[in-house]
């Protein structure tokens, strides 16, 4: 797929922006994934923009500010500009309520509008921030505020666990909702996706491919860098565990993924076809996967022109849920 084939697009919520069905996600050309070089995160930014990806998902945590900064001098050079949505509040110390004030609010969107170097911030999300947030007015008066001064343009929220996606929903201003969604994480196709749809609200699915266990190329015996949250917060030791593996076991999901790819056939990538099915959930507007190379970054976008999936491939993949997942993420997120 080229940029003379374009990507599907949808509205993104209450942004007033159309996005690519599948954006990329950045996380890993910042940080938590083992090393990525710079010349390597300008490819994968150049490889999916060249494919058709008109949406980038950042934060201004992701290394630092590191991914955030690659992004602005991958997009020095490019005539026409993706929708950069990125994330605030993780730099909270202590990461506790009464750290998200106005002033501390400002302060990081204003570092990401420097690290991005654009006056206007497309989107900020409230990235997972301690639940109690999600029901603070100030803290929506204060990015309402942002957006008249013209700091940002949309703000919206990351969240863990379909409650908090279910109360940031009951604010108006509040244009977009990012939650974990796979075939391993179903449970927001129950209430969130359909709530957020009738309220006009996107939904971006992060966590597409369960950390990579739905790429269907690892075993049990398959390790991880010390510096890649797949070995260091295996148990939520740094953050919620949802965030790695979608918060099931690697064992388990390393067997799960193994019957995903027999579902899937050997004529597609277990990878593509688990993106699809993100895709297909009413209620999506994109999905926004990782890459750490040119070649992950262009089969993600290859999942845009695959074929919905069949009947039959969408019962066995619910009965795979309930048979093998569902006991451990269902009632927890």
Request: hydrophobic share 45%; net charge negative; aromatic share 6%.
């Amino acid at each position: 797929m080229t940029a003379s084939t374009p990507l599907e697009t949808r509205p993104l919520g209450r942004t007033g922006a159309d996005v690519s069905v599948v954006g990329l996600g950045t996380w890993q050309l910042g940080g938590d994934w083992g090393d990525v070089s710079e010349e390597d995160a300008g490819s994968v930014l150049d490889a999916a923009l060249d494919a058709g990806v008109t949406l980038l998902d950042t934060a201004d945590v992701y290394g630092d500010g590191r991914s955030e900064e690659r992004i602005r001098r991958a997009l020095a050079a490019r005539g026409e500009r993706p929708f950069v949505a990125t994330k605030a509040g993780r730099r909270a110390d202590p990461f506790e309520a009464a750290q998200y004030t106005p002033e501390n609010l400002r302060a990081w969107i204003d570092r990401s509008r420097r690290n991005l170097g654009v006056q206007t911030l497309d989107l900020v999300q409230l990235h997972c921030p301690p639940p109690a947030v999600y029901d603070d007015q100030r803290v929506y008066d204060a990015l309402d505020s942002f957006v008249a001064d013209g700091a940002i343009a949309a703000y919206g929220v990351s969240v863990e666990t379909v409650a908090e996606g279910l109360t940031a929903l009951q604010h108006p201003g509040v244009a977009t909702i990012q939650v974990i969604v796979n075939a391993f994480r179903r449970k927001p196709l129950e209430e969130l996706l359909p709530a957020a749809r009738q309220a006009g609200v996107g939904i971006l699915a992060r966590v597409p491919l369960a950390s990579g266990l739905l790429t269907g190329k690892y075993d049990e015996s398959t390790t991880f860098a010390a510096d890649d949250h797949r070995t260091f917060n295996r148990n939520g030791e740094a953050f919620d565990v949802g965030e790695t593996f979608a918060g099931v076991p690697f064992e388990a999901g390393v067997a799960a993924a193994r019957e995903v790819a027999e579902i899937a056939g050997p004529d597609v990538s277990t990878a593509a076809f688990a993106l699809r099915w993100v895709i297909d959930q009413p209620g999506v507007t994109a999905v926004i996967p990782g890459a750490r190379n040119v070649r992950q970054a262009l089969d993600n976008v290859a999942a845009a022109s695959l074929p919905p999936l069949t009947d039959t491939q969408l019962a066995d993949l619910e009965r795979l849920y309930d048979e093998r997942i569902r006991a451990f993420v269902h009632d927890r997120w």
